[in-house]
């Protein structure tokens, strides 16, 4: 595959940040070199998870901006040490989101039957489906031809795993990219549970991916799409409670595969009703599914180590975000702000398309059509999204305080 890289004016990032940093990294413990220990630990944070990606994106933004297909070449080009240290800091800040997640995910009761499932993978599709985009709400071509760059994604790059949190602040992937995501949430809140159900990303022959979750009790399993926000769905007619089957969900021979059904009656079973979304396939496609693992390293059980850094969040100030003239560099503080549901989100968005996005018109760019619709599910409530998270209700004004933008 032909790469290129991204073309995007932005704040010089640091790349070689402290050689004191990786000392974590390049100690040796029971016969392992550094390469093995950068796998094993994440990063020890001393400030909360949102500062902490603030200072991230501050400091490697290319890390984000990149794209899919310009992620690993700007890795490789990286000294070792500042490589292993992007890739782990990024991999503990992927783990605090899920973590984050699973916070809202409370409010999901335990159930004593595997309608818990159906309730968990919502709850999974709509945290997925509220904090990032996909090509049935922009255009991902369009955008990755002005950036230079893909955005996205496919579970076979070898940078899929390590390019995870720079979707989640980017915003905007494919189905191999939000169905992962709710791959996560979905597999760490059946740990918690100790349900003893395995979650796995299969491919379909349609060149789709979709999360399968399977178990106890579970037949051939339970199917659940976030990027076409479907409910979780089984392919048998014996299905377990709580959980429609494929025909239960709206599919019939003469629905046309990938078709959107927003228009088409009597085809419920939207997870976030104000979303788009798209037709389940015939369940002879699903049957043929191939799994395949997407490790991440270091996993979310690691344990941490200390760097010798201080990691401290710019400012968000009024008159620091004034000097700031790039709309990327405050989109993507306004996308880790939104991420982890922080109040000041909706103001960044808003500074941006008041200064950088015209008035009229489709946005030409992902900054603005991002900022437009991430503004719009921060601020406004969704319908029939409780008891899934607390994201059915508008987000309050932050505090009065310093930071405040």
Not at 4 to 28: F, I, K, Q, T
Not at 162 to 170: M, P, S
Not at 206 to 213: A, I, P, T
Request: aromatic share 8%.
């Amino acid at each position: 595959m032909h790469r290129r890289s991204l073309a995007v004016p932005l704040v010089g990032a640091a790349l070689v940040v402290c050689a004191g940093v990786y000392a974590w990294l390049d100690e040796r413990t029971d016969g392992e070199g550094s390469a093995g220990n950068a796998e094993r630990f994440r990063v020890d944070l001393d400030v909360p998870p949102v500062d902490a990606a603030l200072w991230f994106v501050d400091t490697f933004p290319d890390y984000v901006t990149r794209g899919e297909d310009g992620l690993e070449p700007w890795l490789e080009g990286l000294d070792p040490r500042d490589r292993r240290f992007v890739l782990a800091m990024a991999q503990t800040l992927t783990w605090a989101w899920v973590e984050h997640e699973l916070e809202g995910l409370a409010d999901v009761s335990p159930i004593e039957d595997q309608a818990e499932i159906d309730a968990l993978a919502q709850a999974a599709t709509l945290a997925v489906r509220l904090e990032s985009l996909n090509q049935l709400e922009v255009s991902l071509d369009a955008f990755g031809e002005q950036m230079g760059g893909r955005l996205d994604a496919y579970r076979g790059d070898p940078s899929f795993a390590q390019g995870v949190f720079a979707r989640l602040v980017r915003g905007a992937t494919n189905c191999d990219g939000q169905n992962h995501l709710a791959l996560l949430v979905l597999e760490a809140a059946v740990e918690e549970r100790e349900l003893g159900y395995a979650v796995e990303l299969v491919g379909i022959e349609v060149g789709h991916e979709v999360v399968h979750v399977t178990g106890p009790e579970l037949g051939r399993g339970v199917y659940v799409d976030a990027w076409a926000n479907l409910e979780p769905f089984a392919l048998e007619d014996e299905h377990p409670r709580g959980v429609p089957s494929l025909g239960e969900q709206g599919w019939a021979p003469g629905l046309m595969t990938g078709e959107t059904i927003d228009s088409v009656p009597g085809v419920p079973w939207a997870v976030v009703p104000a979303l788009a979304r798209r037709a389940p396939h015939p369940p002879r496609i699903y049957a043929a599914a191939v799994g395949q693992r997407v490790e991440l390293h270091p996993p979310r059980d690691a344990p941490t180590r200390p760097v010798s850094l201080e990691i401290r969040a710019p400012s968000l100030t009024p008159e620091a975000l004034e000097r700031i003239d790039d709309p990327w560099r405050l989109y993507l503080y306004a996308r880790v702000l939104d991420l982890f549901d922080d109040p000041r989100a909706p103001a960044l968005y808003t500074r941006i398309l008041d200064r950088s996005c015209p008035a009229r018109g489709r946005p030409k760019n992902l900054v603005c059509a991002g900022s437009i619709l991430f503004h719009e599910r921060a601020t406004t409530p969704v319908d029939g999204l409780a008891p899934y998270s607390g994201r059915d209700r508008p987000r309050t004004p932050p505090p009065p305080g310093p930071d405040s933008p």
